[in-house]
């Protein structure tokens, strides 16, 4: 046994676990339900999935697979090219898994995520047979450290009866001590959350569970997938740049500090731009309160923009990860990972007054959004928190592209295809167009700041005419219901949600 | 001065600010923003609205008017035949006002009813000008004591340069202790609401403001609107039934107790039903942590089933509130009213554990639910607290009727033909014809729940035949977009969400 898995595993007895990954996933019998770590791709467990994936391609193996959020590396894929999963949720991200979904052959439960664990601790959906934590060490008193992410790994580990373990060499023991796991009683014994301020510790560094609910224990050293990041580009630059003038004028009026409030950011690469775009500000002492810690995050400590980020994993791209982790102890008073129950919990969203920075797929005239589902049906990702934060946020701004697919798409429409956000939890929309303040407005005011604001020609245009033929027949939110969707169904049947005459117009441009 | 008044008011020299309807209401000018107590017909304002209205008949007076939810009497509607109304929330259920908001004439804000206050408190909203607030009496420190509502009273009162009292004899002083009132600070600085069970009181029996503030007090003697109550009849006892066997299931289960989880109830005949069928369940020691208090609460009082209710207003029927108003000493222990961004926090919601039922106007296959805008565009009441509910309760209930307009509506549709209630909220989706349990499950699996259980003839084959089709096309939540909204067109153009041929069948059986 060398030092350092003895610095690993600090309860002598518990090394006897160390095993395989093929025999630990022997634990893992058909119809088992699998609580997994990981979240954006950070921290999830990395070998077991694969020799599970193995043992699906020989034998009868079908599960249900818990996680905090997507998965990184290439479990999904495996998983689902074998025929084992069935079931899955809260959260996913794979495009291999992604199209099993669509096609009908995995059943995806897209939850909120701070839903998931309230659901599994009240016995609401079925229980959680074996848990697999990714952690850095296992303590004196048998506590799982986890890694780059907390997400549900904590209430899977307390509610499974066995616990498969899996300590991964690649992330430094600095990472000891950056996580706060705390976990709400159950109701009706409930007390508040006691996080008043965006730094607040409240638990324990390590997830305190038996050591003898520990089966397996097996040693890896992979690194967490990475995230591509892209530059911003002409369009999200554009996008943080109104973000950052609406900012100031709220500043300018006496409503927002020059620390803001605490910021929460999606995921994707149109949120981490607007949060790289505060990097040239005018603000200070910024704080996150957030789920997922982007490459952005760690630029604006560099910048000596933030404070301090709250979240339930850091998930970088290649060069910032090489960056970060080799000098974490830099970083690591300013940081703190907590489940994503508490990250994304709604007691806390609405004391600490969060700024939510979110991405739809499409908005409406109105400001509904839809962040899932591409023409109303296909599965993008999952709502993940976006409703969690949307919600309870001081302020929810919801960001996009005018268009995408080169145009052929609006992703500004009459009436959205699936509504993930209603309108009142859309304050801000914004677009690389422009940006529409959408605060204390009727619906038909909202539909005249947003096509005024966000839209560009000739989806504009269209949008009146639509405005304009749906206010004559009335209404709070006026709509000419077969028209409402005729976007959509142009886009499905033609390939572009231009009407003939104007792609054609387009070409010859 | 009456003996009857000194009690009242209990500070002498603000006895100097009595004055008539009409001269109280000079203190409001054209543009003006009122903030004004009410909540479901309780509790609201009841001459100083109407000596508004007689203005707006000979002058320019055109004002922007706040209150808690929906007033009762007559005072909206006069106010919108006076054209007084430019801009109202956060809801609303008048006729008249409602037909107004429809035809685009007054700005109608509807917003989840935890939020306005919020929206105020920030900034974000243009601020309340005058308060009008109904109260009991002015306590010997100056403190407002609120009649049978809450609602937004205290942070109107506490936000205003100038406050209005409506003193009103009608209400007996034994509302006094009742209330609840606990305003939480303002962001960064708000700490957490200390309510941990439904009873538990954590503010003042008065609203506290400085009593310079109160520039005008009107002394009146009307009773508050009183509410139809409508007896169950058999749809409504068919879905307190499926409900009761649901519940009774969920304690078998080891789910629930016999207490179940503190209730919500929303608005309306449905909800009120569902409560009352509680009376003959086998539950008992049942608390609410609501809104409005109805008829049900204090009848499953009287039956001994329910230990406590908590909420912000009670809105009773003729019979109920005579009974209950005059004999208000033996119920008043076992009642709480609060300010409605409490009795709706989703700090609280979530903490309690609450079971919400509320009630849906039309839910689509994959319990998508439409509680607001009838065929799309047209605005019933509005949101209301159902969105603050629904979100953070331990179990969301959705309940409605099957169909509507004697079957001419399915008010279980292939999609929603307005959103406010994403499929994520929804977990159990019950009508007369029976229960549909969709937690845990994939949006497939939802749809099938619903259309088996909710539906009946001929809709439920009509929903079967777009679910076969719209699966074979794919998706995570297949549709046939262009048949998506089809059953509204066809209702708006011919009167009836039967195609030809079905109407035909009905009329002939
Ligand atoms: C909405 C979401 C997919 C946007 O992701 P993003 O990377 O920032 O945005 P992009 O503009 O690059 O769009 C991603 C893809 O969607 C496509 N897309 C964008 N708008 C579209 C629309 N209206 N219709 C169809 N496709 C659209 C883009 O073309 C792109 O496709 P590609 O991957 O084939 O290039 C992503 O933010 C998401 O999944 N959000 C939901 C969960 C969430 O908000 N979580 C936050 C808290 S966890
Ligand atoms: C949805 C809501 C209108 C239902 O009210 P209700 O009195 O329980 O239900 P009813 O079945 O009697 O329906 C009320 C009316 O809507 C009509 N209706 C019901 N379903 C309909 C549908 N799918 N399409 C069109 N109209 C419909 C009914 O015919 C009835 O019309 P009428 O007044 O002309 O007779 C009411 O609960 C509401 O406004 N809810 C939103 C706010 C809320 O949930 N608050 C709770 C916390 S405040």
Known sequence: MSDQLKQRIRIPRLRDKITDAATAAKWIKNGTTIGMSGFTRAGDAKVVPLALADRARHEPLKVTLLTGASLGGDAERQLTEAGALVRRMPFQGDPTLRAAINRGEVMYVDQHLSETVEFLRSGQIAPIDVAIVEAVAITETGGIVPTTSVGNSASFAILADKVIVEINLAHSLDLEGVHDIFIPKRRPLREPAPVLKASDRVGMTAIDIPPEKIVAIVITDRSDSTSPNLPPDEETAAIAAHLVKFFMNEVKAGRLSESLMPLQAGIGTIANAVMSGLIDSPFKHLTMYSEVLQDSTFELMDAGKMDFASGSSITLSPRKAADVFSNFTKYKDRLVLRPQEISNYPEIIRRLGI??????????????????????????????????????????????????????????????????????????????????????????????????NCVAEPYRQMLKDYVAEANARGGQTPHVLEKALSWHVRFQQTGSMLPEAEVTTIKVA
Chains 1, 2 share one sequence.
């Open 355 to 452: 700024i939510a920075v979110n991405t739809a797929l499409e908005a409406d005239i109105y400001g509904n959004v839809n962040s899932t589902h591409v023409m109303g049906s296909n599965m993008m990702n999952g709502i993940g928190g976006s409703g969690d934060f949307a919600r309870n946020a001081y302020l929810s701004v919801f960001a996009t592209k005018s268009v995408a697919k080169g145009g052929k798409i609006s992703s500004i429409v009459p009436m959205v295809a699936h509504c993930d956000h209603a309108s009142q939890d859309v304050d801000i929309l914004v677009t690389e167009i422009g940006l529409a303040d959408l605060r204390g407005l009727a619906p038909r005011e909202r539909a005249q700041a947003i096509i005024n």
